[in-house]
């Protein structure tokens, strides 16, 4: 008797617990869909017999995570053995990836260059604090990654005021790097 009501306190315990679990309500503007936040921060796979690291950008634009899904799921295949170093390419429209492999197949490159994309809320918010009553006329964005380390990752912003423009660098984070007339 003694062993029924154990089980039938423990067989409960762990429904509760797994009904509690599973029925967290998620609302907000993001609910049911996959954010940036949700995935890894370095992203490796395997080619032949070194692991690749490639990490991912939080970039706030569709476009520019989507071309970075794109070369992720690129399989580099055995196209390519044999020589030196080789790259890819990918476009879309106002951007390019560019990746570059050595001879095992290692990713040791990558440069991100796109135009006028969405600005991450932070970049935009130390442009309007520090230049209020401007305009952001166009934009690029700078990724550049070594060997597994970022080596920049910026934003290159055009601002006007009037008949006045401005070129402004911007770190990802909002930190105001250059300014120049």
């Known amino acids: 008797m003694k062993k029924i009501i154990l089980t039938l306190l423990f067989s409960s315990f762990v429904t509760a617990s797994y009904s509690q679990y599973h029925n967290k309500k998620v609302s907000g503007p993001n609910a049911g869909s996959f954010e940036s936040e949700e995935a890894p921060k370095v992203v490796t796979k395997k080619t032949e017999k070194n692991f690749s690291a490639y990490i991912t950008d939080e970039n706030p634009d569709n476009k520019v995570r989507d071309?970075?899904?794109?070369?992720?799921?690129?399989?580099?295949?055995?196209?390519?053995?044999?020589?030196?170093?080789?790259?890819?390419?990918?476009?879309?429209?106002?951007?390019?990836?560019?990746?570059?492999?050595?001879?095992?197949?290692?990713?040791?490159?990558?440069?991100?260059?796109?135009?006028?994309?969405?600005?991450?809320?932070?970049?935009?918010?130390?442009?309007?604090?520090?230049?209020?009553?401007?305009?952001?006329?166009?934009?690029?964005?700078?990724?550049?990654?070594?060997?597994?380390?970022?080596?920049?990752?910026?934003y290159h912003i055009k601002i006007k005021k009037e008949n006045e423009v401005r070129k402004l660098?911007?770190?990802?984070?909002g930190e105001l790097l250059e300014e120049a007339e």
């Open 67 to 154: 071309l970075q899904r794109k070369f992720f799921d690129y399989d580099l295949g055995k196209q390519h053995q044999g020589e030196k170093s080789h790259s890819i390419q990918m476009e879309m429209k106002n951007g390019l990836l560019s990746a570059t492999y050595n001879d095992d197949g290692k990713l040791t490159g990558i440069i991100e260059n796109y135009k006028n994309v969405k600005l991450p809320n932070v970049v935009v918010h130390t442009i309007l604090q520090k230049f209020p009553k401007w305009e952001i006329v166009n934009d690029t964005f700078l990724y550049v990654q070594e060997d597994g380390h970022v080596v920049k990752k910026q």
């Open 169 to 173: 660098t911007v770190h990802a984070n």
